[in-house]
Nanobody
Framework: QVQLVESGGGLVQAGGSLRLSCAAS????????MGWFRQAPGKEREFVAA????????YYADSVKGRFTISRDNRKNTEYLQIYSLKPDDTAVYYC????????????????WGQGTQVTVSS
């Protein structure tokens, strides 16, 4: 079992930055691929970014490439999502998730989810 707790969301003006954190506890954090997803009102949950556990390879949705940076610190059991140049379209609840094994962009591939943190971007 892995427990995930996100933090760092908030209300930001367009063009601003945020860093989201996801603290993990429970089973060995280092053996899980870690991802970030987001869900805006009335929309499906969508993949944002993920980082592989074995070699640290990172993956991003096309809509966030160049503005979002995912990282992980296995010693601290924490995953991060640094967001730059926020846009109103980035407004959503952001979820971190853990998948056994390798990275996947499918929500169904993740076994554990946090409760989410709200990011609201004002224009």
């Amino acid at each position: 079992q892995v427990q995930l707790v996100e933090s760092g969301g908030g209300l930001v003006q367009a063009g601003g930055s945020l860093r989201l954190s996801c603290a993990a506890s429970g089973r060995t954090f280092g053996s899980y691929a870690m991802g970030w997803f987001r869900q805006a009102p009335g929309k499906e949950r969508e993949f944002v970014a993920a980082v592989d556990w074995s070699d640290g390879s990172t993956y991003y949705a096309d809509s966030v490439k160049g503005r979002f940076t995912i990282s992980r610190d296995n010693r601290k059991n924490t995953e991060y999502l640094q967001i730059y140049s926020l846009k109103p379209d980035d407004t959503a609840v952001y979820y971190c998730a853990a998948a056994p094994g390798r990275v996947t962009t499918r929500p169904s591939g993740y076994d554990y989810w946090g409760q989410g943190t709200q990011v609201t971007v004002s224009s």
